[in-house]
């Protein structure tokens, strides 16, 4: 992540004035049953999708749906920002995207199971709004349709 005083102006000022949403709630529920017995899925905005899948694009609201057992060899990023390097993700998915670490916890007992499709959104988001009011809720009843119990988040 670059520091304010490394960018130029231009940079700075549209950094400092990033309209960033408030919430006054939180989307946080309780546990229906122990995570040992729940239905795990992934959701990204780190804007990763299959080869095959269209790229994302500068304020793109959609997202890419990806079967969870992807192949990391198979899974790209589209996304880009002068925010963050995407190098060490090409390293290491798992850094963005934990889709090893998840099946360990799996392999493990720590998780019941995991979905049958993972979500990935573009972040940086300049206006949230469609996202907020149509593309997450679908995604959200997708999740729901294959019955899982519990979604992580991972922000990029």
């Known amino acids: 992540m670059p520091r304010l005083e490394d960018l130029s102006e231009i940079e700075r000022t549209t950094a400092l004035n990033f309209p960033f949403m408030d919430h006054d709630d939180s989307?946080?529920?309780p546990l229906k049953r122990?995570?040992?017995?729940?239905?795990?899925a992934l959701l990204t905005t780190a804007g990763v999708h299959t080869r095959s899948d269209k790229p994302f694009f500068h304020g793109d609201p959609s997202f890419r749906v990806l079967?969870?057992?992807?192949?990391a060899k198979d899974i790209i990023q589209s996304h880009v920002s002068i925010g963050f390097d995407?190098?060490?993700?090409?390293k290491d998915i798992n850094i963005s995207y934990p889709i090893d670490r998840l099946r360990e916890l799996v392999d493990r007992g720590v998780i019941g199971s995991l979905s049958e499709s993972y979500i990935s959104f573009m972040g940086a988001m300049r206006n949230p709004k469609k996202i907020v009011e149509e593309t997450a809720p679908e995604a959200a009843r997708l999740l729901k349709e294959q019955g899982t119990d519990v979604?992580?988040?991972t922000p990029t």
């Open 67 to 71: 079967p969870s057992s992807t192949p």
């Open 151 to 153: 979604v992580l988040l």
């Open 27 to 29: 989307p946080n529920t």
């Open 86 to 90: 995407r190098t060490p993700l090409y």
């Open 34 to 40: 122990p995570l040992s017995q729940s239905k795990v």
